[in-house]
């Protein structure tokens, strides 16, 4: 069974960072066989992707309005996914899910969803 958790979400004021991180288990047959990544969801619209990356960590991908201020990463080691919040805004407030791909490279075909961890940032 996979079982996705993320951790380090809370309250941040307007220009400051949070790293959040995301422990996966129950993977088969690795952990680095799936390309991973974060998404979320602000009340009222649509969830969107954050950032993606690859099973190598060779290839990522980040939503046009992350702008070089996040940074996703991945330890296959310990089995966990990454996401450095650098430079928050008002607008990044919303609950923050990390997701597991089908694939190696994508994170079109999310397979397995957290519960997600909610980040509030104050201005």
């Known amino acids: 069974q996979v079982q996705v958790a993320e951790s380090g979400g809370g309250l941040v004021q307007t220009g400051g960072s949070l790293k959040l991180s995301c422990k996966v288990s129950?993977?088969?047959?690795?952990?680095?066989?799936?390309?991973m990544g974060w998404f979320r969801q602000a009340p009222g619209k649509e969830r969107e992707i954050v950032a993606c990356?690859?099973?190598?960590?060779?290839?990522?991908y980040y939503g046009d309005f992350v702008k070089g201020r996040f940074t996703v990463s991945r330890d296959d080691a310990q089995k966990t996914l990454y996401l450095q919040m650098n430079t928050l805004k008002a607008e990044d407030t919303a609950m923050y899910y990390c997701?597991?791909?089908?694939?190696?490279?994508?994170?079109?075909?999310?397979?397995?969803w957290g519960r997600g961890t909610l980040i509030a940032v104050s201005s």
């Open positions: 997701a597991v791909d089908r694939s190696v490279g994508y994170c079109s075909t999310i397979q397995w």
């Open positions: 990356i690859n099973w190598s960590s060779s290839g990522k």
């Open positions: 129950g993977l088969t047959p690795k952990f680095d066989d799936y390309a």
